[in-house]
């Protein structure tokens, strides 16, 4: 037993350091992104913040920077190397400098359809590519829906032929440069804050979005016509940086990766809803015409693209290929 001395002691010492624990300074995490808050990336941001900040009070702190407010597109995946961020979650068409396989997800016609995808990103092969990255010190935390995209343009775009010689603004992503070439468009790889801008100038005459980016972005005011292709996916991987995640307590990374599970299961049952709703909302405006291509339109543009597959088969691999193509059967 200790002596009354020692205990008063020890119950100073140990309420000391119970207040050194308590007035110990919350983690931060900063988390950067390019887009509105009200889109499918925008929401997921801020639920993050808003569970991580009421199950680990004062532990975590989170700031959501939206809109390219703190870094854009080209700077966050520096931004998160350097330590400047923690938590990015950048379109799947950026990583290409990081890991050649991830560009399977800019294929054009690859996956029929959201649910598609959901099985690839869920198979072993699809989780396989959130851990391509961890020699880089990037580790991958979930994928996150947007949804498929459209094509938008001042001219209406109903036959590969209709987008020859236009100018179309690109993610940085040789394979939607690729895929653009194949029907004769010329690309221009643009940062997501400029595109507004380039539309509206006619630095380039198109882009490819999906509905929710084009209508936080006001890029159906600029454009005129809408196709809805739906040729390609844009999703997200969030990503953080693997010293600063594997350097967290224990406890504090379970909770954070239980949380992003819950948030991820959110974001990716929302997307749709977020894109259909922007989709009426941009009808609503009344700029712009969507075009529903006909079966035969969209095999004209499905052939016209397809060929890039075989360019970049060699990089990604012809068996991951075949896994995602796998996806598309229900099992
Ligand atoms: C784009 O640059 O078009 C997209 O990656 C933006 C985004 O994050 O949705």
Redesign the pocket.
């Known amino acids: 037993m200790l002596k009354p001395a020692f205990k008063a002691l020890a119950c100073a010492l140990s309420l000391s350091a119970a207040t050194l624990v308590q007035a110990a300074d919350p983690i931060v995490i900063k988390f950067s992104?390019?887009?509105a808050e009200q889109?499918p990336?925008g929401q997921g941001a801020l639920l993050f913040k808003k569970l991580a900040e009421e199950r680990l009070p004062g532990r975590v702190k989170v700031e959501v920077y939206p809109n390219s407010s703190l870094f854009g597109?080209g700077k966050e995946m520096e931004a998160l190397l350097l330590g400047d961020v923690q938590l990015i979650?950048?379109?799947l068409?950026?990583f290409e400098q990081y890991t050649k396989q991830v560009q399977i997800f800019d294929l054009p016609f690859l996956f029929d359809d959201m649910a598609a995808v959901d099985r690839f990103q869920r198979s072993p092969e699809g989780q396989a590519l959130l851990k391509s990255m961890e020699d880089k010190g990037i580790t991958g935390l979930a994928y996150w829906h947007?949804g498929l995209k459209q094509l938008s343009a001042n001219k209406p775009l109903r036959e590969p032929k209709d987008a020859r010689g236009l100018k179309f603004r690109v993610?940085a992503s040789a394979v939607l440069e690729e895929q653009f070439k194949a029907v004769r468009a010329n690309p221009r790889k643009m940062?997501?804050a400029e595109?507004y801008q380039g539309l509206q100038t006619g630095v380039v005459n198109g882009a490819e979005?999906?509905y929710s980016?084009i209508y936080s972005q006001k890029m159906h005011e600029v454009q005129k016509y809408i196709t809805e292709s739906n040729h390609g996916l844009?999703d997200?991987m969030l990503i953080t940086n693997t010293k600063f995640w594997s350097g967290l307590p224990d406890d504090v990374r379970s909770e954070l990766s239980k949380i992003v599970e819950e948030v991820t299961a959110e974001v990716n049952k929302q997307a749709d809803d977020l894109n259909q709703g922007d989709k009426q909302r941009i009808l609503a405006a009344g700029t712009t015409e969507i075009i529903t291509l006909t079966p035969e339109q969209r095999a004209a543009w499905r052939e016209a693209m397809r060929p890039v597959w075989k360019k970049f088969e060699g990089e990604i691999g012809a068996d991951l290929i075949k896994a995602a193509e796998a996806a598309n059967q229900a099992m």
Do not use: E, G, M, R
């Open positions: 992104h390019v887009v889109t990336k597109d979650a950048p379109s068409a950026k947007n993610q940062s997501f595109v979005n999906p980016n844009l997200y």
